[in-house]
């Protein structure tokens, strides 16, 4: 809607490394910051945004691992004998079969 407060365009500027800024050589002055703080603060936002990018880049793959181990125990927990045997002598490993299993289906997810 392009209605921005000042607080939050001042918040923008502090935040965007000083490359970014229209007038890069100019150094950016921000209220109540020093500039060992702003280092520090771009230092931690290259690190947060380096930290996602590599989540972001296996993310779909550890679905997918998810998704088809989730399917495995579905099956495994649905198999009578199998089921049968592990609440028996392992029910403390059967109940979190089937809290993994209803975690990862998307009817409970919605």
Do not use: C, W
Request: hydrophobic letters at 45%; glycine letters at 2%.
């Amino acid at each position: 809607m392009n209605n921005f407060t000042a607080s939050y365009a001042r918040a923008i500027m502090a935040a965007a490394r000083q490359d970014d800024l229209a007038k890069p050589d100019r150094a950016k002055k921000v209220a109540g910051v020093t500039p060992e703080q702003m280092a520090r603060m771009e230092r931690e936002l290259e690190s947060l945004n380096h930290d996602f990018r590599a989540r972001e880049a296996t993310f779909g793959d550890d679905v997918l691992q998810l998704v088809l181990a989730s399917r495995y125990l579905q099956r495994l927990i649905e198999n009578r004998n199998v089921a049968a045997y592990l609440e028996t002598r392992h029910a403390d490993i059967i109940a979190e079969f089937r809290t993994i299993v209803s975690a990862s289906t998307l009817d409970s997810a919605a």
